[in-house]
């Protein structure tokens, strides 16, 4: 070889090949290949230094704020163990609330259906004017 000093070789403990252009990571400052710079390519252990991602919290989805060099795992973990504002209860919020108004009817929808005469708000089977005894307006409806 004529000019043994050039080059140096990639630090992936799996390639060791020879490049005359390496490349150095600017996370853990290692030397690689063009094939092994990426710090997945490498399994590169200082990456979350270099990372902009914003973790989210997988209770209350509230993002994370995560200083340079701290390990994100670390403190997603802080935040569920000490601050995190996760309430079971909101997972069981009620769908029909929406309570029909005919007297004695106990049924409730998950939409409201208004009676376009009375204003008042109604079950399916009670929708019609005609079906809750209307007294919002005082021109008749037909039974149609």
């Known amino acids: 070889m004529e000019l043994p000093g050039l080059g140096e070789h990639c630090s992936e403990r799996t390639c060791k090949r020879l490049d005359f252009l390496p490349l150095t990571?600017?996370?853990?400052?290692?030397?690689?290949?063009?094939?092994?710079?990426?710090?997945?390519?490498h399994k590169c252990s200082s990456a979350y230094k270099k990372s902009v991602q914003v973790p989210v919290c997988p209770l209350c989805n509230a993002p994370i704020p995560v200083q340079k060099g701290e390990i994100p795992d670390i403190?997603?973990?802080?935040?569920?163990?000490?601050?995190?504002?996760?309430?079971p209860a909101q997972q069981k919020q009620r769908i029909f609330t929406n309570k029909c108004l005919k007297p004695g009817c106990k049924r409730k929808e998950m939409m409201k259906v208004v009676c376009e005469q009375c204003g008042g708000n109604f079950c399916i089977k009670h929708r019609h004017p005609l079906d809750h005894d209307c007294k919002g307006s005082s021109h008749p409806t037909s039974k149609a």
């Open 75 to 87: 403190v997603v973990g802080a935040h569920m163990d000490k601050n995190c504002k996760y309430n």
């Open 25 to 41: 990571c600017d996370a853990c400052g290692k030397v690689f290949c063009k094939d092994h710079i990426r710090y997945d390519d």
